[in-house]
């Protein structure tokens, strides 16, 4: 089984973009069962985006998927793209049955790529509709800390002995590749680290990452 956790949106969706289903199939193809989600805020998900619910709403994922009949729970992976990578680290430290995790385009420490303002940040998710309630959130502050808080080099130590693989672009326009080097230096082994040429920051439409994902669940599973 493969989890998969989208990170923060960037622009507004698209009716023509498949999003991560062209990576599903070919995932499905080689015998894995996957599960796409939206966390809060997101896609036809409800609510708004806030990282510290995205971590309540994997775990609710996990929960559900884990109790699943005909799921071979020795087998779960996680693949977690930008933030949602960050999320999976920190749920997988405390969820011990989680067995990999694969890192696309995850920042060291999110705190370093947020903008200062977290009314500037809270304008940016409304015009993109992630945010859906204006009153939201009740506590700024707060809110705001919760994306500071995402720290993948604090907790991606504790996936050890897991395997823990690392990909990112060097023409990341969003996450300097410079993360994915602290990231590595940060893991524990087994781990692996793969810098992809040209690559921009949405690893899911680089056609290298299919077989890189593909490559990577054939040695972990």
Not at 122 to 141: A, Q, S, V, Y
Not at 191 to 217: C, E
């Amino acid at each position: 089984m493969v989890i998969f956790c989208h990170g923060i949106p960037g622009s507004k969706p698209n009716p023509d973009d498949r999003g991560y289903l062209g990576l599903v199939e070919d995932i499905v193809s080689d015998g894995f069962c996957c599960v796409v989600f939206n966390f809060r805020g997101c896609g036809l998900s409800s609510g708004n985006i806030d990282m510290r619910a995205w971590f309540t709403d994997l775990g609710l994922v996990f929960d559900k998927v884990y109790n699943l009949p005909g799921i071979d729970t020795s087998s779960i992976h996680y693949i977690g793209f930008s933030a949602g990578g960050a999320i999976a680290s920190r749920h997988a430290c405390f969820e011990k049955k989680v067995q990999s995790l694969l890192l696309m385009a995850t920042p060291y420490s999110l705190s370093d790529i947020l903008p200062d303002d977290a009314y500037a940040l809270k304008r940016h998710f409304l015009e993109l509709g992630t945010i859906r309630d204006k009153d939201f959130p009740k506590d700024i502050d707060s809110w705001y800390q919760g994306f500071k808080e995402l720290n993948t080099g604090q907790w991606i130590p504790f996936l050890s002995p897991r395997p823990v693989g690392i990909v990112h672009g060097d023409s990341d326009e969003v996450v300097p590749y410079e993360h994915a080097g602290l990231l590595y230096e940060s893991a524990c082994l087994p781990k692996k680290i793969t810098i992809l040429d040209g690559a921009a920051h949405q690893l899911r439409k680089d056609p290298r990452v299919s077989g890189i994902i593909r490559d990577w669940l054939s040695k972990v599973r």
